[in-house]
């Protein structure tokens, strides 16, 4: 009896050493299926991250994130959220994450079909914007026109005002209220999300949409730059065997840092300041532990993320 005590604790000491070597512990929560609502733009990057953790992304699910941290908002808590926008971290914060982790930050810009030579030529231009009351890149493009007129490049303000979108100037800055519902004009199309509006792109249902470095990185495997201005810097890319131009913002469009404007944005009875692009993870278990405990070993400016 001694001796098989002796051999059943020798087994689990090299069972613990073996995990201990590959990362583990024998309670370890990093197997089986995460639950996750991501945003598009973190797509890529968290489903990388899962992998690393050597659990299965088949239960993320790509949602914008304003509608993902109304879900939980309502009960229904994943084991990760991930976010492209640090001004709902507040609002996370207050369901008790087990941790946060800040991913970096993060530019915006546009992908067309067609080169387009200047700013002004997007009044010729068929847009997709993606809800802004289900994602947040859907507002930081009402922000964006209205910082293109403000600056001076063109105004994209009245196109977005024919949706219901509605605009009214502060001493310091904007607010903008947007419609629970947004009906789509014949030059701006709404879809409920931003892989839903790169879908109108893919299929020449529009010209251009509003995009952020994460995501265009994650669906181009290399970019060529073709132009540099004060307004952007231009690349040419292929996917799918279609070639698109991508124009990142430069300055104050970019959204790199907090605008100097205070521009809020009214989704029902919630204003929310619109701030610098920086995207955060969240998690609300062990396997969410899991997924950060990976993605803090990343290289996460392969993926567009600043520190």
Same mark, same amino acid.
């Given at each position: 009896?001694a001796v098989?005590?002796l051999?059943?604790? /020798? ?12 990362? $583990?512990?024998?309670? +370890?929560?990093c197997? !089986? ?6 945003? #598009? ?12 953790? &050597? ?10 994130? @304003? ?7 309502? !009960? ?6 991930? +976010?492209v ?19 970096? %930050?993060?530019g915006m !810009?546009?992908?067309?079909?067609? #080169? ?8 010729? +231009? ?6 802004p009351n ?12 209205w ?10 303000? +009245? ?6 979108? %509605?605009? /009214? ?11 629970? /519902?947004?009906?789509?004009?014949g030059?701006?199309?709404v ?11 893919? /299929? ?9 470095? #994460?995501?265009?990185?994650g669906?181009?495997d ?14 040419? !890319?292929?996917?799918?065997?279609l ?9 104050? $469009? ?10 809020? @944005?009214?989704? &029902?009875q919630?204003?929310?300041? @619109? @701030? ?9 278990s062990? %396997? ?15 993926? &567009?993320?600043?520190?």
């Amino acid at each position: 009896m001694a001796v098989r005590w002796l051999l059943l604790a /020798v087994l689990f000491a090299v069972l613990a050493a073996f995990l201990a070597l590959n990362g $583990l512990s024998a309670s +370890s929560g990093c197997n !089986g299926d995460v639950v996750g609502f991501v945003a #598009p733009t973190l797509v890529k990057v968290i489903s990388d991250g899962v992998a690393k953790s &050597g659990l299965s992304a088949r239960g993320l699910l790509s949602i914008g994130a @304003v509608e993902g941290l109304r879900r939980m908002q309502q !009960g229904v808590v994943p084991d990760l959220y991930g +976010s492209v926008d640090v001004e709902l971290l507040k609002e996370v914060e207050r369901l008790g994450p087990r941790q946060v982790f800040v991913l970096g %930050r993060f530019g915006m !810009g546009l992908v067309c079909r067609t #080169p387009l030579s200047s700013p002004e030529e997007l009044v010729f +231009s068929k847009v997709a914007v993606a809800d802004p009351n289900k994602a947040p890149i859907g507002y930081r493009a009402l922000a964006a026109a209205w910082l293109m007129k403000k600056e001076g490049f063109v105004d994209l303000v +009245s196109r977005f005002e024919r949706l219901g979108v %509605r605009y /009214v100037e502060t001493g310091r800055g904007v607010n903008i209220t947007v419609p629970a /519902v947004l009906s789509p004009s014949g030059d701006v199309q709404v879809a409920s999300s931003l892989d839903a509006a790169w879908s109108m792109l893919e /299929v020449g249902a529009v010209d251009c949409t509003f995009v952020h470095t #994460p995501f265009v990185l994650g669906r181009f495997d290399r970019l060529e730059e073709v132009g540099r201005s004060s307004v952007w810097t231009v690349y040419r !890319g292929v996917h799918g065997r279609l070639t698109y131009y991508v124009y990142f913002f430069n300055g104050v $469009l970019s959204f790199l840092d907090d605008p100097s404007y205070e521009i809020y @944005v009214i989704l &029902g009875q919630q204003a929310v300041r @619109v @701030v610098r692009f920086e995207a955060f993870v969240a998690s609300f278990s062990e %396997r969410g532990d899991c997924v950060i405990e990976a993605l803090r070993e990343m290289d996460l400016s392969s993926y &567009g993320f600043l520190r």
